[in-house]
């Protein structure tokens, strides 16, 4: 029996049954085309998280308070203590060797105001060197100067999506009062659409000198972050370290463990974050592969049905010269066709779904090729491991057997 | 002449749990090349074990099975295969055809079987049907259940007869048809033999066996009668004249 024999074989005996074979069909498409949307979810979320994590500066050490310890048993959540002061920036400043720069952030949400418009934005105290550090241009106007944080001048720099919502789409700011927790402030720049991340993103902050937001907005002398900007990327492991000896000694801290700080760098935020990402990937992925296999076993049902209704013409097949090779071979070769159309058509639906949802805003979802060729691989398996087992009980049918059968 | 089938004292004894039953009790007999042989019998009396064993398709409990100077109880399941498939040619008393697809690929399998390489396989096809009487290509893309119930058993001779093979066996043919048409294919059957074809037929009915040369007769698993079919050579030569 040569290959087109066993081709044309297949297509007939597949097409004469064009139902059962469509439904078997069905169970492989959903199962790949699932596995294919659902996978891509999981590493559009990866993707998305490591951009937007990126997005926030390169080479970036973020240092936060620890939690607050008061003299009972119950402590405060991480970042709520006020241990971080500017004291302690203006030492780091001084003392870093493998700081590029440095700068404070003291950020809290407060009502803003224009006119009859408010939201609630993310109000961050900074310093000049923020936009180098975070990566944060601007579309107008100008950042802080240093003049106006020893001034404590009441200027804001805005994102584009406050500007959108409080002033008017693409309207021009640059000049007009806003009020920040009901204090006047004059906007002197507008920061360029990073869009994207849904994670602190700097559409939605407004900037302020941090003398100001500390006598003004906060009341308080302390800060809510330090941001340092390694010299490079192989200097970020050492620049963490000198950041957080520095600081310890500061603090009079012996035991690191105990500090009330903490100091993190950018790829230890990715990491810990796409570990989440990468297990809700293979969590999808698992789902999607069981039902794969409930489609697997759908084919093998099938050929098992098929098997005991073609049993008369197994018979005759052997009795007009079919080796048990024929047969098992041609058995073989309609699942393996099943699935393999089945799949070709579930990475078709797949990869729309994926696009859909991704088109629509729903969700990001990523379809790489290595998530197809392992959807398709895995279905083909499937199909010669299902099929198997029925080839091999249509192959050894007696003739004899299989031409009594009743 | 050598004979094309020599069977000496064949046994077939059938095991159910714990009841043996002996279907055949031993027999012997040879058929030459040319002969149209008729085994006949009443229903229980072995003669489709008989067939089955001399199509290959079982093997006997004891005795010696030679085809063709082979001895077929000592060769294995592919080589048997190979026997079904160049050697020997079945027509069946029912589901013949294979029902999905068209009568010529129905022809064609025995020759996809044997390994015909397909540029081949018409001009053979077309030969095989015009040779079983289905001379009309109109038929040839039909299936099973546009023909005739005469015209489907002349489509598995065709098929029985496209490789070539050294005996056609047919069990009962015509048992599924009205007496007209059972004579059309007995006619072909006939006709097939008087070009030369080694023909075997099994039946129970002493009618249709009359076309035959010889006859056997079977009953409860031992021969009891081996004769030649005077009756049918007169006729045939009254025909030819």
């Not at chain 1, 927790?181 to 720049?189: A, C, D, E, P």
């Not at chain 2, 056997?216 to 049918?232: F, M, P, Q, V």
Request: charged share 20%.
């Amino acid at each position: 029996m040569i290959l087109a024999d066993l081709f044309s074989e297949t297509y007939s005996n597949l097409f004469g049954n064009k139902v059962r074979s469509g439904l078997t069909m069905l169970g492989i498409v959903i199962g790949i085309s699932s596995v294919i949307a659902l996978v891509g979810v999981g590493q559009g979320a990866t993707q998305q998280v490591t951009s937007s994590i990126t997005s926030l500066g390169s080479n970036l050490i973020m240092i936060s308070p620890g939690a607050s310890r008061n003299a009972g048993p119950v402590s405060g959540g991480a970042g709520s203590a006020t241990t971080l002061t500017m004291d302690d920036a203006e030492a780091l400043k001084e003392q870093m060797t493998y700081a590029k720069a440095i700068s404070t952030e003291l950020s809290r949400r407060y009502q803003v105001t224009y006119k009859g418009s408010n939201t609630n934005a993310q109000v961050i105290g900074t310093e000049t060197t923020y936009p180098t550090i975070r990566n944060v241009s601007l579309a107008s106007g100008s950042f802080i100067t240093d003049q106006q944080i020893q001034t404590y001048a009441k200027v804001a720099v805005i994102g584009p999506s406050i500007r959108d919502e409080l002033i008017g789409e693409n309207a021009d700011p640059i000049g007009l009062t806003i009020k920040i927790n009901k204090i006047q402030f004059k906007v002197i720049g507008v920061t360029a659409t990073k869009g994207g991340s849904e994670i602190n993103t700097s559409d939605n902050s407004i900037y302020v000198p941090i003398s100001t937001a500390q006598r003004f907005l906060a009341g308080k002398s302390s800060i809510s972050s330090i941001d340092i900007q390694a010299i490079d990327e192989k200097s970020v492991d050492a620049a963490q370290q000198e950041a957080t000896n520095i600081l310890l000694e500061r603090h009079d801290i012996s035991d690191a463990a105990s500090a009330d700080f903490r100091v993190q760098n950018q790829a230890d935020i990715v990491s810990s974050l796409t570990s989440t990402t990468s297990t809700l990937t293979l969590l999808l992925g698992a789902i999607a592969g069981i039902s794969l296999i409930v489609g697997g076993i759908g084919i093998m049902n099938m050929m098992l049905t098929t098997v005991t209704e073609r049993t008369k013409e197994i018979g005759l097949r052997k009795a007009i010269g079919a080796k048990s090779r024929d047969i098992s071979l041609q058995f073989l070769t309609e699942a393996t066709m099943i699935t393999f159309i089945g799949g070709l058509f579930g990475v078709l639906l797949g990869w729309a779904i994926a696009t859909i949802m991704t088109k629509t805003g729903l969700m990001t979802a990523m379809v790489t090729w290595p998530s197809v060729l392992l959807a398709f691989g895995v279905a083909a398996s499937v199909g010669i491991v299902f099929g198997f087992y029925p080839a091999q009980r249509a192959a050894k049918l007696r003739p004899i057997d299989a031409l009594k059968y009743e | 002449m050598k004979p094309i089938i020599a069977c000496a004292n064949i046994v077939k004894t059938f095991v159910n749990g714990d009841v043996k039953t002996t279907v055949l009790k031993g027999l012997s007999f040879t058929v030459f090349p040319g002969e149209f042989l008729a085994i006949t019998g009443p229903s229980g009396s072995g003669k489709s074990t008989l067939m089955h064993i001399l199509g290959v398709l079982d093997s006997p409990t004891s005795g010696q099975y030679q085809l063709e100077q082979n001895d077929v109880s000592k060769m294995t399941d592919n080589q048997l295969a190979e026997i079904r498939s160049k050697r020997i040619g079945f027509v069946f008393q029912a589901f013949n055809l294979l029902p999905r697809i068209s009568v010529l690929r129905n022809v064609e399998l025995p020759l996809m079987y044997a390994g015909v390489p397909r540029a081949k396989r018409p001009s053979i096809t077309h030969r095989a049907l015009q040779k079983a009487g289905i001379d009309d290509p109109t038929h040839y893309h039909k299936r099973s259940n546009q023909l005739s119930g005469g015209q489907i058993q002349r489509v598995a001779i065709a098929r029985a007869l496209v490789n070539d093979p050294a005996i056609l066996l047919a069990d009962e043919p015509t048992g599924n048809l009205d007496q007209k048409t059972g004579q059309v294919v007995l006619e072909t059957f006939q006709k097939l033999n008087d070009s030369g074809r080694t023909i075997i037929l099994i039946t129970h009915d002493q009618y249709v066996a009359e076309h035959a040369t010889r006859i056997i007769k079977l009953r409860d698993g031992c021969i009891i009668e081996d004769s030649a079919n005077k009756r049918s050579a007169e006729e045939r030569i009254k025909t030819r004249l």
